[in-house]
């Protein structure tokens, strides 16, 4: 017998006369109401007074094993594996977040659903399409009526042609695995507009891992700020409203908002920058 039992083989027998007199009595035609009865007067679980009368059929009165020391050395493995776990993220190499030192050698693209707006009709869905430089984070932004390759590939062309007034030329773009960007089988590439956009503008095109955002990250981050200091701060009355505000906003962003990673100066002062330095190698 065990020591965290709290009934006998002697009391489990009397647990069982006392259930046969209560059946015998009208007011105990109910098995259930009986085994709460007697659960209550013995001070133990519903269950254990449910097993020891349906064992009565075998005569066995006797004490089994506990499964409570089982069920805590199962919770000791679950602690083992999750201590294993933490290690072995702690061994890992840390993330090195990298940043690029001239403005034309990389940039992130990325196409973000936008939230309905209260007046508009919900069932017309708009997109958000952004391209931000990795060394400065200069962003261009624009709204777009679907995702399809073809209107992000139009997209491009006067993003590049934005940045190429501010004196930066694109030379790699960095975009995740999904269809408006490329095609999963590298023989079809040939025919993806997006893709035959960048070999016009001869731009090399870069992939990120499957199921990793945290390579595309700045561009993430960006949709959060988009997100938390601008959508939730302003009311929009329509969809031509929402653009004029976010042609302030984006000048704001680029000229007047300071960023942290930069040093707390500008994108556009951080691109100013690096423009004086590269004529200065020159």
Not at 2 to 20: A, D, G, M, Q, V
Not at 112 to 139: C, F, G, L, Q, V
Not at 140 to 164: D, G
Not at 196 to 213: A, C, N, S, W
Request: proline letters at 2%.
């Amino acid at each position: 017998m065990h020591s965290l039992t709290k009934i006998s083989p002697l009391i489990r027998k009397e647990i069982f006369k006392k259930y046969k007199e209560k059946m015998k009595i009208t007011k105990w035609k109910n098995k259930e109401e009986c085994y709460e009865e007697l659960a209550w007067y013995y001070r133990v679980h519903y269950n254990t007074i449910r097993k020891i009368i349906l064992r009565w059929k075998k005569w066995d009165f006797t004490v089994h094993k506990s499964t409570i020391k089982a069920n805590q050395w199962h919770k000791i493995k679950k602690v083992f594996k999750i201590e294993k776990k933490i290690q072995r993220k702690l061994n890992r190499d840390k993330i090195l977040r990298y940043e690029k030192k001239m403005a034309w050698e990389l940039v992130h693209i990325d196409v973000h659903k936008r939230k309905n707006i209260k007046w508009e009709n919900p069932n017309k869905k708009k997109y958000m399409a952004s391209i931000i430089d990795d060394a400065t984070r200069i962003s261009y932004t624009e709204t777009l009526p679907n995702k399809k390759a073809k209107t992000l590939s139009e997209f491009l062309k006067r993003a590049y042609k934005w940045f190429k007034n501010k004196g930066v030329t694109i030379k790699k773009l960095l975009s995740d695995n999904w269809l408006e960007f490329t095609t999963h089988h590298i023989s079809s590439r040939k025919y993806h507009s997006f893709e035959i956009m960048l070999e016009k503008l001869k731009i090399i095109h870069k992939y990120t891992r499957i199921r990793r955002p945290q390579t595309n990250w700045k561009i993430e981050r960006f949709w959060r700020i988009f997100e938390e200091q601008f959508f939730r701060k302003y009311e929009f009355l329509s969809n031509k409203d929402f653009n004029l505000k976010l042609m302030d906003w984006l000048v704001f962003y680029n000229t007047k908002r300071k960023h942290w990673w930069i040093k707390y100066i500008t994108p556009m002062q951080k691109l100013e920058n690096l423009l004086e330095k590269n004529l200065v190698c020159l």
